[in-house]
């Protein structure tokens, strides 16, 4: 769960206490390329696209979720959905260093194809794998998991921790560290039972 759905709550959450400083960013970066200000509506405009370009990039991930899971596995698919999460916290990490607000909306999009192939692959690969006397408290994690994500991404923007204008950029790359802890532990994992029997047709591994 930490390394699923909590991938999207946290990513729905933690964008919420820089917005001031990004709209700011976004401010210097377009006077010192053009010259001029932008106009209050395009600051606006830019703001609403790199929160709207997440549900973009959580569209993408879920509708490839279900061919990745059955073409790779759910475990394989799983760990695909760590490429653009640490692609997206590369550009967000790295865009006030380069002086781009572009690469803001591209590091959204990246972590919406990461939250939505993450948050489908999460209930799918859970649910296959548990016991049947457990299946409702194995699905449930799912739901768990984002509210503890929302919760995360609103305890790591408070002013005492990294809510302030000089650490914002970090605070963005915070989805790198599920997807990092992913990678040294999911491969341990199991494949799913039922990817094995259906898919591979392996009964005995699935067995």
């Known amino acids: ?17 820089p917005a001031e400083y990004i709209k700011s960013f976004i401010r210097e970066t377009w006077l010192r390329r053009y010259g001029s200000s932008p106009s209050a509506e395009m600051i606006t405009l830019m703001w609403s696209f790199i929160v709207s370009i997440y549900s ?18 759910r475990k394989k698919a799983m760990l695909f959905a760590n490429i653009p999460a ?19 909306i591209a590091g959204r999009l990246f972590s919406g194809v990461c939250g939505g192939l993450a948050l489908n692959i999460h209930i ?7 016991p049947r006397k457990r299946r409702g408290l194995i699905a449930i994690t799912a739901s768990t998991s984002i509210a503890a994500g929302k919760f995360v991404g609103f305890a790591l923007g408070l002013r005492e921790v990294l809510g302030v204008e000089a650490l914002w950029p970090i605070l963005l790359t ?11 532990t999911l491969p341990f994992f199991p494949d799913s039972p039922r990817y094995l029997l259906i898919d591979k047709k392996d009964k005995e591994g699935c067995i």
């Not at 640490?86 to 803001?104: H, V, Y």
């Not at 799918?124 to 548990?130: I, K, L, T, V």
């Not at 989805?175 to 040294?184: G, I, M």
Request: hydrophobic fraction near 50%.
């Open 1 to 17: 769960g930490i390394t699923g759905a909590f991938q999207y709550g946290l990513q729905v959450s933690i964008i919420n206490s």
């Open 56 to 73: 973009i990039g959580g569209l993408l991930g879920s509708s490839s979720a279900g061919y990745l899971s059955v073409r790779f596995g």
């Open 86 to 104: 640490l692609l997206g916290a590369a550009l967000l990490g790295l865009s006030r260093l380069c002086g781009s607000f572009e690469m803001i």
């Open 124 to 130: 799918m690969y859970a649910g296959e794998c548990a």
């Open 174 to 184: 915070a989805n790198a560290v599920p997807a990092l802890v992913q990678l040294l």
